[in-house]
């Protein structure tokens, strides 16, 4: 009969998990038995151990902390309900935070290369107004078709030139707009 030893795994950040091992299976990599593994020690703490399994932000006991600095039967100046709100607040903004930076990273890889898109497009405009003037001059195309192809090249212009235009405006910065609730 096999038998399931729940052990706890500790990682230097202070996570913490609870791992079903079978006897003499050893823990993941990157996994410690011990929490003495964990570099911060306020992260070592049977609350903080308790906070990180169960997936929440961990809140030091800052009521206790600031005990010193109030006075006898005046209420702590921290709410801990609030405190942890918050804390979970800003773990979710700073997961927006990554996710922003993350697309923006998307972006700035698509704008590149529509950049470089306009680039070669507008050397290749530029190749052929030379082959076409070149052609003129050595007579191998009429004046009516000269005259069709520059229209063409200089609409493919000035089409190139408001994407162009289009794209710098799209890629402007924007300005910093004042923070909400402030």
């Not at 902390?65 to 405190?83: I, K, Q, T, Y």
């Not at 009429?142 to 000035?158: C, G, M």
Request: a negative charge; hydrophobic letters at 45%; charged letters at 25%.
């Amino acid at each position: 009969m096999s038998t399931i030893n729940p052990t706890w795994g500790y990682k230097p950040d202070g996570a913490a998990q609870i791992f079903d091992l079978a006897p003499g299976e050893r823990l993941p990599d990157g996994w410690h038995d011990s929490p003495a593994c964990i570099t911060d020690p306020a992260l070592a703490t049977a609350d903080a151990l308790s906070a990180a399994l169960q997936g929440r932000a961990y809140v030091p006991a800052v009521a206790d902390a600031v005990s010193g600095f109030r006075l006898e039967g005046e209420p702590a100046a921290v709410d801990p309900d609030a405190l942890a709100s918050a804390l979970a607040e800003i773990d979710r903004l700073k997961g927006v935070i990554e996710a922003g930076m993350a697309e923006n990273a998307t972006l700035v890889a698509d704008i590149d290369a529509a950049e470089k898109t306009l680039e070669g497009a507008s050397a290749a405009m530029s190749d052929l107004q030379s082959a076409l003037a070149k052609a003129h001059e050595d007579g191998r195309v009429t004046v009516a078709e000269r005259n069709a192809a520059k229209e063409a090249v200089e609409a493919l212009a000035a089409e190139l030139a408001q994407v162009k235009a289009d794209l710098d405006a799209a890629t402007a910065p924007k300005p910093v707009s004042a923070a909400k609730g402030k």
